[in-house]
């Protein structure tokens, strides 16, 4: 798909670390007790889990999750297939983590700044900045766990939907006050939440690094266009007449 914009390079981010380096729980793991291949394999080292999750998370996003296989992993990080599962259950435990921090990658921003002072149509731009900066920054687990989370089990699934209506609530939360306090328009705030999302979300199919526009200039075209839209009708006559210097009274 045409792309017209430009993904900036994870090491020149936001000051946020890339969500696919954050630290997995780490153990050292016994060499596997099947066969001398398998023990010669066997990672000794604290950070394999973090490379089997970043080759995971590589695999799926050009192969899908199901075209990329435990082997396809195996080979990916020079193991033995055998010694995968030391680290982990199964291909579904890796993509469950990916969608998990899919899931919960903005929520913690996304509550400070609804717990700001700044008024709401501050904490609208502030929100939408910071959840398209982090998907364009972070494309390949977005990617990931827009497009393949469908493949879960019933029960990761159920923990998705809670996470998902958790996030929602706080946009909302933002529309609620803009509405309050007259900043913008009388709006049904759950379809407004829902749209909000998916323009955003939608990113992940025609974002891509080498088109003409950063994240942040995204960001600004996407908050121009929802604030536009929710702007009362009276604040907007009034923004025109300054614009062209001529009043209806």
Request: hydrophobic share 40%; with cysteine; glycine share 6%.
């Amino acid at each position: 798909m045409a792309s017209h914009s430009r993904r900036t390079s994870p090491a020149r981010g936001n000051g946020r670390a890339p969500i696919h380096a954050v630290s997995l729980p780490r153990r050292r793991v016994p060499a596997p007790s099947h066969g001398a291949a398998a023990r010669a394999s066997a990672p000794d080292t604290l950070d394999k889990p973090s490379e089997i999750f970043a080759a995971a998370l590589r695999l799926f996003q050009v192969k899908g999750y199901h075209g990329a296989s435990m082997q396809d992993l195996a080979d990916a990080v020079g193991m033995q297939k055998a010694s995968l599962y030391y680290y982990f259950r199964s291909k579904e435990e890796l993509l469950a983590l990916v969608c998990q921090r899919g899931a919960s990658a903005f929520t913690r921003e996304l509550e400070e700044i609804v717990a700001s002072d700044w008024a709401a149509s501050v904490k609208l731009r502030r929100a939408l900045e910071c959840h398209l900066g982090a998907l364009c920054e972070q494309l390949d687990l977005f990617s990931v766990f827009l497009r393949e989370q469908k493949f879960l089990g019933e029960t990761q699934k159920e923990t998705l939907r809670g996470e998902g209506k958790n996030h929602a609530a706080l946009w909302s939360a933002i529309l609620e006050q803009g509405i309050a306090s007259g900043e913008f328009r009388a709006v049904n705030v759950t379809v407004t939440t829902l749209a909000l999302l998916g323009m955003c979300n939608w990113l992940y199919e025609w974002y891509s690094p080498d088109g003409a526009f950063a994240p942040p200039e995204i960001a600004a075209t996407f908050s121009e266009l929802v604030l536009t839209g929710l702007t009362p009708a009276k604040d907007k006559i009034k923004k025109r007449q300054r614009k062209t210097g001529v009043s209806t009274q």
